[in-house]
């Protein structure tokens, strides 16, 4: 866990990692949260490893003359797919970003997040989700969640196995 102080329109304020855990988890969306702040050493970033919980999406291969009626293959079927997925964990970062700025009542809150796993059937969706409380640029932000979903990748992730 790591506290965050900053400055906001009523003064002072901490944030901890522990307190924004929370508040992802109990969102339907996540079907796991854990804190790996500790992990990185960036000044006032929060990194969370999440799984999507398996309801969001459901799969199923179409019939050969099904992917013929929409003219489509199953190369970009699934490529549709996982792009509807990269646009849903999007949205909720969005969200997430959204809802800490009202709650902490300070506008420089950005989240990105990175997918590192994803099961053949759509419904085993891993990712990290880097949350500032900084004034950053977003390459460097979206940059520090790919380095950090690489690392979940390879084997750093304790909570997946």
């Known amino acids: 866990m790591i506290e965050i102080t900053f400055e906001n329109k009523e003064g002072s304020t901490t944030v901890k990692s522990k307190s924004v855990e929370e508040i992802l988890t109990v969102k339907a969306d996540f079907g796991y949260v854990k804190d790996i702040s500790d992990s990185i050493n960036q000044k006032d970033i929060m990194v969370f490893d999440c ?16 992917y013929e009626q929409y003219d489509v293959d199953q190369e970009e ?27 902490y009542k300070y506008e420089d809150i950005k989240c990105k997040y990175e997918i590192y796993d994803l099961d053949e059937t759509f ?9 500032s409380f900084k004034n950053i640029e977003t ?5 520090l969640a790919r380095i950090v979903s690489k690392r979940q990748l390879k084997g750093s992730s304790k909570y997946f196995n």
């Not at 079927?77 to 709650?103: G, N, P, S, T």
């Open 123 to 131: 419904t085993d969706v891993k990712f990290v989700i880097c949350i």
């Open 51 to 66: 799984k999507l919980d398996k309801s969001v999406f459901k799969f199923e291969f179409l019939e050969e003359q099904e």
């Open 77 to 103: 079927y699934l490529q549709v797919l996982f792009e509807d997925i990269k646009m849903y964990l999007k949205e909720i970062c969005d969200d997430v970003a959204d809802d800490l700025q009202e709650e």
């Open 139 to 143: 390459g460097k932000l979206v940059d």
